[in-house]
């Protein structure tokens, strides 16, 4: 990964997973619920993003689903189980991006344009 | 042919009457609703105010006229008692019938025999319902839309302007409050084309099914607590009436009544949509009626589903009416609604299939079969264009499908099929208002065209 993949990433992930946890939910409450235009504009733009770093080798369905189309009407829980598919690809994409360093804290860092980064990251939680 | 043709079906002009500020009229029949006075006395509005006080003012001229030079007074009051041009009421010709001599008399007579009224005049002259027999709310509202006609008239041009309705120079009776007496005036007014008669249109903000002072209500606020009625004896109308007029005082109060409950006077929309806790219960009717005909479920099921599906698809789809035909000695019960492009998926059927008018076949059968398929397909002509819905109980077998898939790759013909699975969805959906009921009808059109040949 590049330095500004990187970064959509940083910025990206957060707020995919408060997407999910809104729809999460909204879907516990009502799973078949119709999701909202409104809020599919967003979740929709999100994914956009997220395929684009992604690619099709972390894409969690590269060939049967890019975008929601609002004219199928997803339901909430339609939506998390998308989302969710996502969360753990992005994590997926993170935890193949990373690495431990070798002296002591052994902190973990991304690796950008093939070298170790300064910038710091959370242990992988996908092997 | 429309069915229920509206001013604007004719002039294919796509406003729904959630949009435009006027009842859209009918061209072969009124409007069920009348005008009424109070909502322009109670209005927040100065101009309705002045309006309200132009009526009475006009109509208590005719009475002092009346004492003066009776015959002109009636004469007038006979010519102002219908007003064909805004065609509001229960008629089905679009032609009410003037009062004659004798009524006349009797309702400016008011003038002469009530003290009360002879010295003030009338503040609302809809009272003239608890004094007078067989004086109704379609009189108070036609009097009252013939002393306001000029102003109607400006009205009417502006809205024409406004959505580009065609109107044409003619030349109609007006009640000139200057003058005090009916004047011929050459104005543009839309007309029908049917009948090229004009045609002027009313504000909804007036309009009630009935008027907030009415008998009914009166009978019931103070006559039905009569010992008489208590003792299970009847009270005649026509006495009531009498009493009325000999103790005017007592329908004061009760105006008074009403104009201080005049918070609660509301216009009457043209069209209701039921409530989501009566949607859920039609629902819950429909769901668990047997297929067929048995007891009467194919009519239960329409009779639960035409209210449900004119709610449902509310704004968007203004409903137009049910209907019956027989093809092949077999009763087809459909819903026919106005296209008034919407919505994206309106204008594209509009556009595409030239609908400008939905037909919806109700099918109360286990199994669609193309039977059905080309019954509807028969049926659907110029006005309904080639789309077309069947709402029926069970999804159709792959062959039907394939069927409807066929006609559109033949005949570019668009049928859909929609089942009770949908209209749980659509009833999920007028209850979350999360999304519109008609996205369910998109979503299955939107498969359809998938599954079409490209």
Redesign the interface.
């Known amino acids: 990964m590049n330095k500004k993949e990187v970064e959509t990433f940083l910025k990206l992930q957060p707020q995919l997973k408060s997407a999910y946890d809104e729809i999460a939910l909204l879907s516990k409450k009502?799973p078949?619920?119709?999701?909202?235009?409104f809020k599919l504009k967003f979740i929709n733009s999100i994914l956009s993003r997220a395929n684009e770093i992604l690619e099709d080798k972390y894409k969690p369905f590269p060939d049967e689903f890019t975008l929601f189309?609002e004219?199928?009407?997803p339901n909430n829980s339609d939506v998390v189980f998308i989302l969710s598919h996502y969360l753990t690809a992005l994590e997926k994409l993170r935890c193949d991006n990373i690495t431990r360093e070798l002296e002591f804290p052994h902190n973990w860092f991304w690796i950008i344009d093939g070298k170790i980064s300064e910038q710091e990251t959370n242990r992988p939680t996908i092997k | 042919m429309i069915v229920r043709p509206r001013l604007n079906d004719f002039y294919d002009l796509p406003f729904t009457q959630e949009q435009v500020d006027f009842a859209i009229p009918f061209l072969d029949e009124d409007i069920p609703l009348y005008l009424d006075p109070f909502l322009l006395w109670k209005s927040p509005s100065q101009q309705d105010n002045s309006l309200h006080t132009s009526i009475i003012n006009s109509f208590n001229y005719l009475g002092s006229l009346f004492l003066k030079d009776e015959k002109t007074a009636v004469q007038i009051l006979k010519e102002i008692s219908e007003c064909d041009e805004v065609g509001l009421g229960n008629s089905k010709t679009k032609h009410g019938k003037r009062i004659g001599d004798k009524m006349a008399k009797t309702i400016l007579s008011t003038f002469k025999n009530i003290p009360q009224i002879q010295r003030q005049g009338f503040t609302h002259f809809e009272e003239l319902q608890l004094l007078i027999e067989n004086f109704s709310r379609d009189r108070v509202s036609d009097i009252s839309c013939n002393f306001l006609k000029s102003f109607l008239a400006d009205y009417t041009i502006q809205q024409c302007e406004k959505y580009t309705i065609q109107t044409d120079l003619i030349e109609i009776r007006v009640f000139d409050c200057k003058k005090l007496e009916i004047v011929n005036e050459k104005i543009n007014l839309p007309l029908n084309p049917n009948t090229k008669e004009p045609i002027m249109l009313v504000p909804k903000r007036w309009l009630r099914f009935v008027p907030w002072i009415n008998f009914e209500d009166y009978f019931q606020e103070y006559v039905s607590t009569s010992n008489r009625l208590i003792e299970g004896k009847t009270i005649p109308r026509v006495e009531i009436l009498e009493y009325n007029r000999k103790n005017y005082d007592q329908v004061q109060a009760y105006v008074k009544r009403k104009q201080l409950e005049q918070k609660d006077c509301k216009n009457d929309p043209l069209f209701n949509q039921i409530p989501v806790l009566s949607s859920k219960r039609k629902l819950s009717t429909i769901t668990k009626l047997p297929t067929g005909k048995t007891n009467n479920a194919d009519q239960e099921y329409e009779k639960n589903l035409c209210p449900l599906l004119a709610s449902m698809l509310y704004p968007e789809l203004d409903f137009a009416q049910p209907q019956s035909r027989t093809v092949e000695g077999v009763l087809i019960r459909d819903l026919i609604f106005y296209n008034n492009t919407s919505h994206k998926l309106l204008k594209e059927i509009y556009e595409k299939y030239e609908s400008k008018q939905i037909v919806v076949e109700l099918k109360n059968t286990k199994e669609v079969t193309t039977t059905h398929i080309n019954q509807l397909n028969r049926y659907l002509n110029n006005e309904f264009g080639s789309f077309g819905i069947i709402f029926t109980r069970n999804k159709p077998p792959k062959n039907v499908f394939k069927n409807t898939v066929a006609l559109w790759a033949g005949q570019r013909k668009c049928i859909l099929i929609l089942d009770d699975e949908d209209l749980k969805?659509m009833c999920?959906?007028y209850e979350?208002k999360?999304?519109k009921p008609i996205?369910?009808i998109?979503?299955k059109y939107?498969e359809f065209i998938r599954s079409c040949p490209s």
Do not use: A, C, E, I
Request: no cysteine; charged share 30%; net charge negative.
């Open positions: 009502k078949t619920d119709s999701l909202n235009t189309n004219d199928d009407m | 969805l999920q959906v979350n999360q999304r996205d369910v998109n979503k939107v």
